[in-house]
T-cell receptor, first 115, second 112 residues
Framework: NAGVMQNPRHLVRRRGQEARLRCSPM?????VYWYRQLPEEGLKFMVY????????ESGMPKERFSAEFPKEGPSILRIQQVVRGDSAAYFC?????????????FGSGTRLTVV | SQQGEEDPQALSIQEGENATMNCSYK?????LQWYRQNSGRGLVHLIL?????REKHSGRLRVTLDTSKKSSSLLITASRAADTASYFC????????????FGTGTRLQVTL
């Protein structure tokens, strides 16, 4: 039973390009969360999704960022027209149900570098 | 300051010693969780303590929660070099439904 799978592990993009980060939750988990971590900082919540629904996107920048979790396939975090400030580690977590009083399983992250 | 602040920011101890990390938070919570992160890796869930619990154990880990002081501590007993990592507390705030708020972490270095 594989854990949360994220790819790519490392992604380099030039300013203005698009970045697409993928997350496959653990088998049986239908809730996905995206977090961003800047160097030497804790994780910051971005968005919470269930299959085909965005439940909470209060941590996601209003522009250039979008997320989806289709009925089939992985969850995708998309960053359009990347800027240097988008350079960070992006982590995905999943849980089997709404996470109250359950721990979360995190992926190994995608490290985005914008040059 | 943000919800979930760890203290100290960095801790260096020798193998065999105990390591204690503290976490303070500001608002009412459903639960508090501790995670470990090795350098350049993802987070590993260590332990979850619910708001109606005061103490929890898991192997060499002991977590306490004082909701009146809005604080928690993580104790690692008989530390090992492999415990070297960053440790984060994360709170699930009441009413936010499944959104964790992380602190900035404690970097633990265990030397031989």
């Amino acid at each position: 039973n594989a854990g949360v799978m994220q790819n790519p592990r490392h992604l380099v993009r030039r300013r203005g390009q698009e970045a697409r980060l993928r997350c496959s939750p653990m088998k049986g988990h239908s809730h996905v969360y995206w977090y961003r971590q800047l160097p030497e900082e804790g994780l910051k919540f971005m968005v919470y999704l269930q299959k085909e629904n965005i439940i909470d996107e209060s941590g996601m920048p209003k522009e250039r960022f979008s997320a989806e979790f289709p009925k089939e396939g992985p969850s995708i975090l998309r960053i359009q027209q990347v800027v240097r400030g988008d350079s960070a580690a992006y982590f995905c977590a999943s849980s089997p149900r709404q996470g109250r009083n359950y721990g979360y399983t995190f992926g190994s992250g995608t490290r985005l570098t914008v040059v | 300051s943000q919800q979930g602040e760890e203290d100290p920011q960095a801790l260096s101890i020798q193998e065999g010693e105990n390591a204690t990390m503290n976490c303070s938070y500001k608002t009412s919570i459903n639960n508090l969780q501790w995670y470990r992160q090795n350098s350049g890796r993802g987070l590993v869930h260590l332990i979850l303590i619910r708001s109606n619990e005061r103490e929890k154990h898991s192997g060499r880990l002991r977590v306490t929660l004082d909701t009146s002081k809005k604080s928690s501590s993580l104790l690692i007993t008989a530390s090992r070099a492999a415990d070297t990592a960053s440790y984060f507390c994360a709170t699930e705030i009441t009413g936010t439904a499944s959104k964790l708020t992380f602190g900035t972490g404690t970097r633990l270095q265990v030397t031989l």
